[in-house]
C-alpha cells in the first residue's frame, strides 16, 4: 500500500523560510512524476512544483525563484524548500504522485494525481 507523509509546515512571518517534505513508502514504479500541490480555503487545489524521472523540474510562476523542489531517492523523500514566504503562500500544502507521468509540467498545468499525502499546513503572518 502506498503511503505518503508530509512534515514541516507551521507558522512563520512573511520573509522566512520552512522545508517540507514527503516521505514515500510502498511505492515500486518507475518512470513516474512527483509534485507539491497547495490549496487555499476557498480556492482550488494548485500544482505548484514537479520533478519528473528525467530529473526535469517545473515550478508555477508564483512561487518561481523562490520554491525548490528536490528528491533523495536513498531516502524515498520528497522535499520543498521555501524561502522568501509571503502570506499568500498560506495554504494547505500535498505532495502527490503521478503515474503514468507525460513530464514535470503536468504536475503545475493539470493532471490527475494517483497519490495524496495527508497535507501539512504553512500559515505566513505580516
Known amino acids: 500500500q502506498v503511503h505518503l507523509v508530509e512534515s514541516g509546515g507551521g507558522s512563520v512571518q512573511s520573509g522566512g523560510s520552512l522545508r517540507l517534505s514527503c516521505v514515500v513508502t510502498?511505492?515500486?514504479?518507475?518512470?513516474?512524476?512527483m509534485g507539491w500541490f497547495r490549496q487555499s480555503p476557498g480556492k482550488e487545489r494548485e500544482g505548484i512544483a514537479g520533478l519528473d524521472s528525467t530529473g526535469s523540474i517545473v515550478y508555477a510562476d508564483a512561487v518561481k525563484g523562490r520554491f525548490t523542489i528536490s528528491r533523495d531517492n536513498a531516502k524515498n523523500t520528497l522535499y520543498l524548500q521555501m524561502n522568501t514566504l509571503k502570506p499568500e503562500d498560506t495554504a494547505m500544502y500535498y505532495c502527490?504522485?503521478?503515474?503514468?507521468?507525460?513530464?514535470?509540467?503536468?504536475?503545475?498545468?493539470?493532471?490527475?494525481?494517483?497519490?495524496w499525502g495527508q497535507g501539512t499546513q504553512v500559515t505566513v503572518s505580516e
Open positions: 510502498g511505492y515500486t514504479n518507475k518512470a513516474f512524476c
Open positions: 502527490g504522485i503521478v503515474f503514468p507521468c507525460l513530464g514535470a509540467w503536468t504536475i503545475v498545468y493539470g493532471t490527475k494525481v494517483d497519490h
